[in-house]
Nanobody, 127 residues
Framework: QVQLVESGGGLVQPGDSLKLTCAAS??????????MGWFRQAPGKEREFVAT?????????YADSVKGRFIISRDNTNKNTVYLQMNSLESEDSAVYFC?????????????????WGLGTQVTVSS
């Protein structure tokens, strides 16, 4: 079983930056988790795709709403850790952010494409 733990959420002002971290269980073989991604869910809305990356960063995808502002990356030494650098945050970015992971070699942009999920971390952008 794979456990994912997100951290780094918080309350920021519009235009600020925030960096989220997701760490998979230390006991997991890094070659098991080949795709890791971020999704978010605002109150009353469905969970939506934000960004995803495969194990060697050769495939990186972003939602149009965050392209150019957010950067997803994977730790070079610990492939089971993924980051989401969020810049120029807007109020519309406020949501619970979830980390997701899967054994698929090609990362998915849909919720159903991931077997493993974290509990989420709250990001609130407000002045």
């Amino acid at each position: 079983q794979v456990q994912l733990v997100e951290s780094g959420g918080g309350l920021v002002q519009p235009g600020d930056s925030l960096k989220l971290t997701c760490a998979a269980s230390a006991s997991v073989n890094p070659f098991t988790i080949l795709s890791m991604g971020w999704f978010r869910q605002a109150p009353g809305k469905e969970r939506e795709f934000v960004a995803t990356i495969n194990w060697n960063a050769a495939r990186v995808y972003y939602a149009d709403s965050v392209k150019g502002r957010f950067i997803i990356s994977r730790d070079n030494t610990n492939k089971n850790t993924v980051y989401l650098q969020m810049n120029s945050l807007e109020s519309e970015d406020s949501a619970v952010y979830f980390c997701a992971a899967d054994t698929a070699t090609i990362p998915s942009k849909v919720v159903g494409g991931y077997k493993y999920w974290g509990l989420g971390t709250q990001v609130t952008v407000s002045s």
